[in-house]
């Protein structure tokens, strides 16, 4: 399933699952999947992801082969929608406070390097801990 993380942590994956025969056309056999799930017995990690199972659009049940015919496929679409609140209060928030302090450095006067470098060194130095 590829998995796209341009847009991380605010991510939504989507990986469809389709299963079929191509030995045999629509006329021959046709897939039909009743029942969708999955059984979570014990969770040893904290999951990243909200996981939605769904059922197949109508247009990915059918493998169109052009000439050869069409087929059927049974399968289930699975969306993972990745917990945002955990990056946003370990990251972003941090780094926004240290932004907003760092902008205290203007407010010293110019003349007075050495005060201006240990606020910036210190908040940089912080930063890059993160």
Known sequence: CPMLFDSFPLDTQSCKFQVGSY???????VFDVS???YIQKNQ?????????INNLLEKDK?????ALGN???????MTLERHMLSYIITYYLP???FVVVS?????????IVPGRMALLITIFLVLINI
């Open 23 to 29: 030995s045999y056309d629509l006329a021959r056999m």
């Open 35 to 37: 029942t969708l799930g």
């Open 44 to 52: 040893s990690i904290v999951m990243d992801y909200k996981i939605n």
């Open 62 to 66: 059918v493998f169109d082969a052009g």
């Open 103 to 111: 902008w205290i450095s203007f407010l010293i006067p110019p003349d």
């Open 95 to 97: 780094s926004g406070l």
């Open 71 to 77: 087929y059927s496929l049974a399968g289930f679409e």
